[in-house]
């Protein structure tokens, strides 16, 4: 293993096993609560569809909005300072500070405000900047950084924060490690900040344009206490935080505590039009002042900081749509493992935290962690702004892999046929995958005895970064094409097209056999596409240019068989996802939806024209344990298998992990194989069958693999649409 990968894998492992297990406890269990939240809220998908609506005028209408909200703080009495970067807004809040002769300041949650580091800044001023938030406080005290979105102590315990507090903090007597117990102690003392603050420091979840009010939703009270108990306010937000109208802020009310915690509603909802009229207070006299708040002062500042070219930017601009809800961390199956203090950059974590660190704080920043994201997709359908964050990771691992040097290009010049430069060797490697297994399985028993060697696996490991702790996928002795176009088909009334994918065609014939001949028993005549790799491969690295090139090769292929009034069933789901979703990305319009409509998933496909007497006269008594794949799942395809696999007469219990773990390539880069495996032995975790007792299946090809190794099988998983040929075999 290179040194460079070796420092990221042990950099991963440390974080894993610092933060992995508070972090994966409370992720999956935020997933779970959301989930059941959102089963209860039958409107979600119109409330998401308002949401998205009011923040794509909100974002395209800006710079107008931008003078809406000056003019309506400004008639309030406020002030707003639009600041170009972090300095300037760093600049102006010291300005306002000096002004004040502030010595202290205190701040409720907010990641903008992370994002300018105020309180390094204001530091050297020597004013004391305080968090109020229960879980950023920690984290100050700790000298640590967030790990999460909305709960930046997610990756500590109750011990943990005990053993801050009573390291750190003056304590009367040792606390001991109880939530309520050491919240009391900080709520105390973060009391009495508020109370002697010279400035209260807020962030702002939505700023209203025609009123220049701020919305805050919290489960804390302390933004509240924070905003009204100094006299002075100031209110830090980032420019795509304004909406136009009050009303606008509806969806977003109930999607934020949805998603993020899966409460109907948060503790706190409070609209502020400040400067507040309640009077301000002296604590030291005890005394009140006017009525009206007299002698108050609110600053509004709105950051830019690399936001409005990401308006101006097509890949980047739905990142401005984000409402910082978290729960796309909280359902991906690497950051459950790793939380944000690896999966994350200099502000932001997550799967969105790509977009925006690309966009606020560079591609560095971005590049640390955005191959973390797998592309599984599993996080869109939290989103309550429909993002589509792995289209906004891929583009960022583009533009990432653009800036690099391509110094060892010449070691794949010829074999990797791609349209990207700077790619590394190991994109470049996994994204020409056709092209190694075309020369594979020219000689798959030489192949085979290959892979299996050490010297073979060391310089895998050494120029791809394949990690030896894995096998590569056996070549079949045959391929899936050869074997049909050897074969005499059987004629039926209706043609349908089978696209041998990459992985059925080389590595795993015996699931397109049993889709052709599952087809052919249920009266259709079979024909295959062109045995071509959709583009998957080279997307899942970042190489767009070469997947575009891809996909409008095997578009128009396949085009030319829906024009004939054929239909396309597609055996691996990834492949699948491509036609469904990322051709919308990589061809035309016109083409995609044509494409997309006539493209079905080979059980989904099934399901649809058979019924209990097709497999009639079946003695029905296998078990077995399916696991669909990610990106089935997020296309909504996992309950056609089970439906099928249980009119074929099994007895179907199903994993209920995200995701396996092996990802594609993502499983094989030695960087993240521990990572890898961490997911696919949580996923075996909460298997609830004895594994003696029952067929494993599954849909994808690398979640087979990754099966196969965590269980140490030696026969193949097969795949369902294997399980009902055999079905019908065994009626005939
Ligand atoms: S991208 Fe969507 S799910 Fe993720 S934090 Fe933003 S709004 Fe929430």
Not at 316 to 327: H, M, S, V
Request: overall charge negative; proline content about 4%.
């Amino acid at each position: 293993m290179s040194r460079k990968r070796k420092k990221k894998a042990d950099e991963l492992r440390r974080v894993m096993e610092e933060d992995g297990e508070a972090i994966g406890d409370t992720t999956r269990l935020a997933t779970q609560l959301t989930e059941a939240r959102l089963a209860m809220t039958p409107d979600y998908e119109e409330l998401r569809d308002e949401a998205r609506a009011v923040k794509e005028n909100a974002i395209e209408r800006l710079p107008e909005l931008i003078e809406e909200t000056k003019s309506a703080v400004g008639e309030n009495g406020g002030t707003v300072y639009v600041a170009d970067d972090a300095e300037d807004a760093n600049d102006y809040i010291r300005e306002v500070a000096r002004e004040e002769d502030a010595e202290s300041v205190v701040k409720s949650k907010s990641m903008t405000t992370e994002e300018i580091e105020i309180n390094d800044a204001l530091a050297e001023d020597g004013v004391d900047a305080w968090e109020t938030d229960l879980g950023e406080y920690v984290i100050q005290v700790a000298g640590d950084k967030p790990s999460h979105l909305i709960g930046p102590a997610m990756h500590l315990s109750a011990e943990d924060i005990a053993e801050i507090f009573n390291r750190e903090l003056d304590t009367d007597e040792e606390l001991p490690a109880n939530p309520i117990e050491l919240t009391a102690f900080a709520r105390d003392r973060v009391g009495e900040k508020i109370k002697n603050a010279d400035i209260g420091m807020t962030g702002a979840n939505f700023v209203v344009a025609e009123s220049g009010s701020i919305a805050l939703v919290t489960n804390e009270g302390n933004a509240r206490k924070t905003a009204v108990t100094p006299d002075t306010h100031i209110a830090v937000a980032g420019i795509e935080k304004i909406v136009p109208s009050v009303g606008d802020l509806d969806p977003f009310v109930e999607l934020i505590a949805k998603t993020g915690t899966g409460q109907n509603i948060t503790s706190y909802v409070s609209l502020l039009t400040p400067p507040v009229d309640t009077p301000t207070v002296d604590f030291e006299k005890d005394e009140l002042g006017e009525e009206g708040g007299e002698g108050r002062d609110f600053h509004l500042v709105l950051l830019d900081n690399g936001r409005m070219e990401m308006r101006d930017d097509p890949d980047l601009r739905e990142t401005l749509y984000c409402i910082r809800c978290g729960a796309c961390a909280n359902t991906c199956a690497n950051f459950q493992s790793v939380g944000g203090h690896a999966f994350g950059g200099e502000t932001y974590t997550g799967g969105i935290g790509t977009g925006w660190e690309a966009g606020i704080h560079g591609l560095d920043s971005a590049g640390e962690f955005n191959d973390l994201c797998t592309g599984c997709s599993r996080c869109v359908e939290n989103c309550p702004v429909k993002i589509d964050i792995p289209w906004i990771n891929t583009v960022v691992r583009d533009r990432v892999n653009r800036e690099g040097d391509g110094n060892f290009d010449f070691l794949v010049d010829g074999l990797s046929p791609d349209a990207e430069d700077g790619a590394d060797l190991q994109k470049r490697f996994f994204g020409n995958v056709e092209r190694f297994a075309k020369l594979g399985a020219v000689f798959p028993r030489t192949s085979n005895f290959l892979a299996d060697t050490r010297p073979f696996k060391a310089v895998l490991s050494r120029f791809f970064g394949v990690d030896t702790r894995r096998d590569l996928p056996e070549f079949s002795k045959d391929t899936f094409v050869g074997w049909f176009d050897r074969r005499t088909g059987d004629e039926g009334d209706e043609t349908v097209v089978v696209y041998p994918d990459l992985y059925t065609n080389y590595f795993s014939p015996e699931r397109g056999k049993a889709t052709v001949l599952l087809l052919e028993s249920l009266g259709y005549e079979v024909v295959i596409s062109q045995p071509r790799e959709s583009g998957r491969a080279p997307l899942s690295q970042g190489m767009v240019e070469t997947s575009r090139k891809r996909a409008e090769k095997v578009a128009d292929d396949l085009l030319g068989h829906i024009e004939e009034g054929r239909d396309i069933v597609v055996i691996e789901p990834s492949d699948l996802a491509m036609f469904r979703d990322d051709y919308e990305k990589l061809i035309s319009d016109e083409d995609y939806e044509t494409l997309s409509e006539s493209t079905y998933e080979i059980s989904e496909y099934v399901e649809n024209v058979t019924d209990e007497e097709d497999f009639e006269d079946i003695e029905a008594d296998t078990d077995v344990l399916y696991h669909s794949h990610c990106q089935q799942r997020s296309l909504d395809l996992e309950a056609q298998t089970v439906s099928l696999l249980e009119t074929a007469g099994y007895d179907v219990t199903t994993t209920d992990a995200e995701c396996c773990g092996m990802a594609g390539s993502f499983g094989y880069k030695s960087e993240y194989y521990e990572i890898s495996v961490d997911v696919g032995e949580q996923m075996m975790e909460g298997v609830n069958v004895d594994l003696e007792d029952v067929t494993v299946t599954a849909s994808g090809t690398s979640c087979a693999d990754q099966f196969e190794y965590l269980t140490g099988s030696e026969s193949e998983i097969p795949h369902p649409v294997e399980l009902l040929a055999e079905r019908l075999r065994e009626r005939s």
